[in-house]
T-cell receptor, first 116, second 111 residues
């Protein structure tokens, strides 16, 4: 069964450093998403991406964040200058269609980001 | 703004018994999607069940079923014949343009 994969599973970085989290969505999916979950809290939407551009983003997704689909398979989330409060689990998800039709998002296993 | 509320931070059920997890949401939209996701200790988000708002029939997936009350904006999850492997955090989610999650309910299954 196809699945979303994410690398690395755990990333440790120093405050102020740039990190790139990687995701490989399910191959025939067209919509891609990033979420984060701070330990013990709810899952929060960050951004959705379709047709090589951001379609929706939350207030969390500020100028420190960016997303990219550099090739036909990867979908990345970059945090330019990490802060302590960026420590969280980051989930990538993908779906084949979005909003108004069959719309099920399949989540990857997550990347645990620890900012020291 | 759409909000999702799970009023039960923790629930407990005896193995083989039935448990219902509550979820309410707030929206002014008529067409949207609702989901229940399960998050075991591994923290993977696993889809349990989904419901399209335009469908009156409640979704069912094996031992999992929902009670969708559109007018009341309620979307509860019923787990029948609970198993030890059902123990996890359960998140209710509303989706239209983006996905909004509730705070989660931690389900414990007692042997």
């Amino acid at each position: 069964e196809p699945e979303v994969t994410q690398t690395p599973s755990h990333q440790v970085t120093q405050m102020g450093q740039e990190v790139i989290l990687r995701c490989v969505p399910i191959s025939n999916h067209l919509y891609f998403y990033w979420y984060r979950q701070i330990l013990g809290q709810k899952v929060e939407f960050l951004v959705s991406f379709y047709n090589n551009e951001i379609s929706e983003k939350s207030e969390i997704f500020d100028d420190q964040f960016s997303v990219e689909r550099p090739d036909g398979s990867n979908f990345t989330l970059k945090i330019r200058s990490t802060k302590l409060e960026d420590s969280a689990m980051y989930f990538c998800a993908s779906s084949d269609v979005a909003g108004g039709e069959t719309d099920t998002q399949y989540f990857g296993p997550g990347t645990r980001l620890t900012v020291l | 703004a759409q909000t999702v509320t799970q009023s039960q931070p923790e629930m407990s059920v005896q193995e083989a018994e039935t448990v219902t997890l509550s979820c309410t949401y707030d929206t002014s939209e008529s067409d949207y999607y609702l989901f229940w996701y399960k998050q075991p200790p591994s923290r993977q988000m696993i889809l349990v069940i989904r419901q399209e708002a335009y469908k009156q029939q409640n979704a069912t997936e094996n031992r999992f079923s929902v009670n969708f009350q559109k007018a009341a904006k309620s979307f509860s999850l019923k787990i029948s014949d609970s198993q030890l492997g059902d123990a996890a955090m359960y998140f209710c989610a509303y989706h239209l343009n983006d996905m909004r999650f509730g705070a989660g309910t931690r389900l414990t299954v007692k042997p």
